[in-house]
């Protein structure tokens, strides 16, 4: 249990449910196909960002810190998360937003919810945000929006995607809630937090997959990083199959959309494209592909919801 936890404001439908899912296409290799309906857990932070934000919002707190400083592009489910959990527990927010061009630009969406839930949008230049994690740049980024005194303090910073070691071992959580549920469990990767933290808290003879969303093939040693720093080593089984990245993040296929639309249809479940869309058709195609055993039980990480 991680003490502090800000569990009155929040209500955290926790654990979340695990649901199967009666789909031929599975069951015919002989897997069971389920879901682990982690969307379900807080309307306002779905998912794996309740998961990662809730430790970091209890040290923001015990650290006495009013204000709340993080970073993502301008569709960012992590920035959405943040600002709603501002809102809901008092805190104040900034969200330093990827792309110059957009300021003074009409908010999209997703960055005016972060608005009307009250976060302060700094946007920065691509340069700036790439370098954000070096020291010097984060602390001018810090001068430029950070408040005046008396004005909640110092900022707590969480990193893009709310991926530091709090987080992850928060997310150690979702790997206990699934011991003995199943021996396979499909999650898909942004920063890869999640599965870090998941595959630590898996047990004995039980594996985590991970379905990066992004391109590139670095994603392997940032999540043996984040281990090392949540918890002091490599922990569980867990590998990645980097061949269902539909061409990076937010790009999409049409046979991607089709599947999801279609899935969506079958089984009733909202699926979210720039993740989850991904991850489940990476199951099937696994699945087809004989990679699981006859008698597998496959778990798939519903890590969010449809962006609005
Ligand atoms: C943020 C997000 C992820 C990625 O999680 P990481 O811990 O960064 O790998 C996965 N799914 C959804 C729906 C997300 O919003």
Redesign the pocket.
């Known amino acids: 249990m991680i003490p502090h936890l800000p569990r009155p404001p929040l209500h955290p439908r926790l654990p979340s449910p695990v649901e199967p899912v009666a789909d031929d296409r599975f069951h015919r290799h002989g897997v069971r196909l389920l879901l682990k309906r982690d969307d379900l857990i807080h309307p306002d932070l779905p998912?794996?960002?309740w998961r990662?934000l809730a430790p970091n919002l209890a040290a923001a707190t015990a650290g006495g810190h009013g204000t709340l400083l993080t970073f993502g592009g301008a569709y960012s489910?992590?920035l959405r998360a943040t600002a709603a959990a501002g809102r809901l527990l008092g805190l104040r927010t900034i969200g330093v937003v990827r792309g110059q061009e957009l300021a003074g630009q009409p908010l999209n969406t997703s960055l005016a919810r972060c608005a009307d839930d009250g976060m302060r949008l700094h946007f920065v230049d691509r340069t700036t945000y790439r370098e954000k994690r070096d020291p010097a740049t984060l602390a001018r980024i810090l001068r430029e929006v950070a408040p005046r005194d008396g004005d909640g303090g110092t900022p707590y910073v969480v990193p893009e995607?709310g991926?530091n070691a709090e987080a992850v071992r928060g997310c150690a959580e979702l790997g206990r809630e699934l011991q003995g549920a199943a021996g396979v469990v499909g999650v898909?990767?942004?920063?890869?937090?999640?599965?870090a933290g998941l595959a630590a808290g898996l047990g004995e003879g039980q594996r985590a997959l991970g379905i990066p969303v992004l391109k590139g093939g670095f994603l392997g040693d940032e999540i043996r990083t984040l281990q090392e720093a949540a918890f002091g080593g490599p922990r569980g089984d867990w590998s990645l199959d980097e061949r269902f990245h539909c061409g990076g993040y937010g790009r999409t296929t049409p046979a991607l959309l089709a599947f999801a639309e279609d899935f969506e249809q079958r089984h009733g479940l909202p699926v979210?494209r720039?993740?989850?869309a991904k991850l489940l058709y990476a199951l099937l195609t696994l699945t087809e592909e004989g990679a699981f055993a006859p008698g597998t039980r496959l778990m798939a990480v519903v890590?969010?919801t449809p962006s609005p």
Request: some cysteine; hydrophobic content about 20%.
């Open positions: 998912g794996n960002k990662k489910n992590h995607g991926s898909a990767c942004g920063t890869g937090g999640t599965l979210e720039l993740y989850v890590t969010g």
